[in-house]
T-cell receptor, first 115, second 111 residues
Framework: SAVISQKPSRDICQRGTSLTIQCQVDSQVTMMFWYRQQPGQSLTLIATANQGSEATYESGFVIDKFPISRPNLTFSTLTVSNMSPEDSSIYLC????????????FGEGSRLTVL | DAKTTQPTSMDCAEGRAANLPCNHSTISGNEYVYWYRQIHSQGPQYIIH?????ETNEMASLIITEDRKSSTLILPHATLRDTAVYYCIVRVKDSNYQLIWGAGTKLIIKP
């Protein structure tokens, strides 16, 4: 199985600032995704991180607010820009399509609190 | 919208089998049933998946009805550490990794 590491695991940020979350996979994977999980809620897909090209965003999420990079097959970043308290959430990186096709693996999440 | 329906919550006594149902009446012929769980403050964890045959691994068993419109995840000897939210998801294997997550079932294992 793939091991996914996210940094930071948690952070407290001020309104109006930006935070970049890093996601590192221990093996090459085809697909990487970013999810948001608000307190007590299920997971919502933000975007698919595409290697070498612009991410594909889901309805309700835009690149200016959540810029994503994926420079290679094992690494991606998600930036939460111009944060507001409504952005307080857990952000999860996931990956799949590697050696164990069919399974999707998740990081432990980055818990973001915006004051 | 999620393509599955699960009970909001369930209780199970420690040491007993936990049976978690899932309805997926609109499942397509090439869609698999996947189960994940999320223990509090952790990322989701893959449990098992299947197409039409029953499946078993070291964590659980998956029973899929003959018409494939529903399935049951079985944790044979539940422990307190199995307390988690369990998600049932349908998707085409090796594609459509953009999983659609429903609310899941909050399973509470009681001593």
């Amino acid at each position: 199985s793939a091991v996914i590491s996210q940094k930071p695991s948690r952070d407290i940020c001020q309104r109006g600032t930006s935070l970049t979350i890093q996601c590192q996979v221990d093996s090459q994977v085809t697909m990487m995704f970013w999810y948001r999980q608000q307190p007590g809620q299920s997971l919502t897909l933000i975007a698919t991180a595409n290697q070498g090209s612009e991410a594909t965003y889901e309805s309700g999420f835009v690149i200016d607010k959540f810029p994503i990079s994926r420079p290679n097959l094992t690494f991606s970043t998600l930036t939460v820009s111009n944060m507001s308290p409504e952005d307080s959430s857990i952000y999860l990186c996931s990956a799949g399509g590697g050696a164990n096709t069919g399974e999707l693996f998740f990081g432990e999440g980055s818990r973001l609190t915006v004051l | 919208d999620a393509k599955t329906t699960q009970p909001t919550s369930m209780d199970c006594a420690e040491g007993r089998a936990a049976n978690l149902p899932c309805n997926h009446s609109t499942i397509s012929g090439n869609e698999y049933v996947y189960w994940y769980r999320q223990i509090h403050s952790q990322g989701p964890q893959y449990i098992i998946h299947g197409l039409k045959n029953n499946e078993t691994n070291e964590m659980a068993s998956l029973i899929i009805t003959e018409d494939r419109k529903s399935s049951t995840l079985i944790l044979p000897h539940a422990t307190l550490r199995d307390t988690a939210v369990y998600y049932c998801i349908v998707r085409v294997k090796d594609s459509n990794y953009q999983l659609i997550w429903g609310a899941g079932t909050k399973l509470i294992i009681k001593p």
